[in-house]
Structures are given as C-alpha cells and as structure tokens.
C-alpha cells in the first residue's frame, strides 16, 4: 500500500480511513488498567497511527526536521468503561493540511480491521483478510477494480523478527524505530483532545 501511494499511483492522497475493533474478555486483563496505558486507542489505534506515518512516507530521525507529517486533531468521541479506558474511540484528522484520516479502534464492537485511500486517480482498500494482524490466512489488496492476492503470512511473526533486529542493531524493514516515538505522540494528541 505504502508504495502505491509513494509512486503516485492513486494520484493525490484525499483520506484515509481504518479501523481496528474487537469484542475483548477485559477482565483482569492489562488492556482495562489506566495505569498500565490500557485503552482501545493506545492498543490498536497505534497500528493506525504507524499506518498513516508509512503511507505518507514521514521521515523519521532524531532532529525531526525533513518531511515531517502536519498533524491536527479535528474530533474525538469516547466511550469509556467501568475503569475508566476508553472503550472505543473514534478519530477524525487532518494530516498535512489537507488529508482527511479517520480511525476506529473498540474493544467491543464486532471484530473488523480494514484500511481505506482514496486518492484523487485511483482508490484502494483492503479486501478480505485481517489488515493489520493477518494470522496465516489469504489477504487481498483492491485497487481500482483489481484484485490483488496474497498468500498467508504471520503478521505478529514478522513483527518480533523486526523488533528483534532492531534491538540487535540490525537491518530492520517494517518501521523505523523513531516511528514509534511519533505514533506516541499522535495517539496522546488523540487522548488529550478526547479528555
């Protein structure tokens, strides 16, 4: 997806819009403590956060000057529970002054994860399969009107070989170490913003 939008293929990027929920067993789990960063949003609206830093191919590096990725928080809905996490959390946002992104992340609505762009030439969305924590099944890609397959994969596999390269101070592919510091910082602009 990263490299359709960076080649120019879907043209100008006009929004992004994701979502990443699931009907969780919260009790006595880390996911329902405040003080050990539990919330929907902190859980898996990083996944969205880190998606919009690779899909608008933001340069990350410790003086953070280059392409830096204009971010401002439009609206934030919050349901919370019994803890007081936030439960779901809707966000819209405008990223470099003009792109509209949205992002859903429940621990209790229906299991969905999927990943719209629309871009001014063409749009594309994931198809069938998990968009962001594939586990060993198929997964399609649709672009315009084509359909692109792909054979199964593990996607938390993929995710500890990375972090472990990183940690050795390997090559490492999937994200920049420093991404994960600037997806921090867009997910406490969401929390704040949310109250």
């Known amino acids: 997806m990263a490299e359709l939008v960076q080649r120019g293929d879907l043209g100008e990027i006009l929004s992004i819009s994701s979502a990443f929920t699931f009907q969780g067993k919260l009790s006595g789990n880390y996911r329902s403590q405040p003080e050990l960063g539990g919330g929907a949003l902190l859980d898996v609206g990083c996944y969205q956060a880190h998606l919009w830093l690779m899909l608008l191919g933001e340069r990350l590096d410790f003086s953070l000057l280059g392409e830096r990725l204009d971010f401002s928080v439009e609206t934030v809905d919050v349901a919370t529970g019994p803890t007081k996490i936030d439960l779901t959390t809707s966000a819209h946002v405008t990223l470099n002054e003009s792109l509209r992104a949205e992002a859903l992340c429940s621990f209790v609505m229906a299991p969905q994860q999927r990943i719209a762009v ?39 596999a993929l995710m500890v070989q990375d972090v472990s390269a990183a940690i050795e101070g390997g090559e490492h592919g999937i994200f920049p170490a420093l991404s994960s510091l600037r997806s921090a910082e867009i997910l406490d602009s969401i929390r704040t913003f949310g109250g």
Do not use: Q, Y
């Open 118 to 156: 629309t871009g001014s030439a063409a749009s594309m969305r994931t198809g069938e399969g998990e968009a962001f924590t594939l586990w060993k099944s198929e997964s399609t890609l649709v672009v315009g009107e084509t359909v692109e397959r792909f054979a199964p994969d593990d996607a938390f």
